[in-house]
C-alpha cells in the first residue's frame, strides 16, 4: 500500500521562501509520478506540480512556473517542493499524491497534507 507523508509546511511571509517534503514508501516507485496539489479555503483543489519518478520530466502549474521547483531524492524516496517568492494567494493545504505507473485511477494515493500560510 503506497503511504505519502508531507511535511515542511509553515507560516511565511510574502516573498518568503519554504521547501515541502513528501516521503513516499509502500512501492518500488518507477515510471510512477508524484505531483503537489493545493487547496485554499473555499476553493477547488488544483494541480501544483509534478515530476516522474523516472527521468527528467516535471511539469508545473502557470502559477507558479518560475517559482516552485519540484525535485526527487531517489536514495531517501522523498520528492520536494521547493517555493520562493511566495504571495499570499500560495497559501493553502498542500497534499502530494501518487499516479501509479499503468494504474486506471489518476493520482490513486494522497498524503494528509501540509499548511502553508503565506502572510505578513
Known amino acids: 500500500q503506497v503511504q505519502l507523508v508531507e511535511s515542511g509546511g509553515g507560516l511565511v511571509q510574502p516573498g518568503g521562501s519554504l521547501r515541502l517534503s513528501c516521503a513516499a514508501s509502500g512501492r518500488t516507485f518507477s515510471n510512477d509520478r508524484i505531483g503537489w496539489f493545493r487547496q485554499a479555503p473555499g476553493k477547488e483543489r488544483e494541480f501544483v506540480a509534478a515530476?516522474?519518478?523516472?527521468?527528467?520530466?516535471?511539469s508545473y502549474a502557470d502559477s507558479v512556473k518560475g517559482r516552485f521547483t519540484i525535485s526527487r531524492d531517489n536514495a531517501k524516496n522523498t520528492v520536494y517542493l521547493q517555493m520562493n517568492s511566495l504571495k499570499p494567494e500560495d497559501t493553502a493545504v498542500y497534499y502530494c499524491a501518487a499516479d501509479l505507473y499503468g494504474s486506471l485511477a489518476r493520482w490513486a494515493y494522497w498524503g494528509q497534507g501540509t499548511q502553508v500560510t503565506v502572510s505578513s
Open positions: 515530476i516522474r519518478w523516472s527521468g527528467s520530466s516535471t
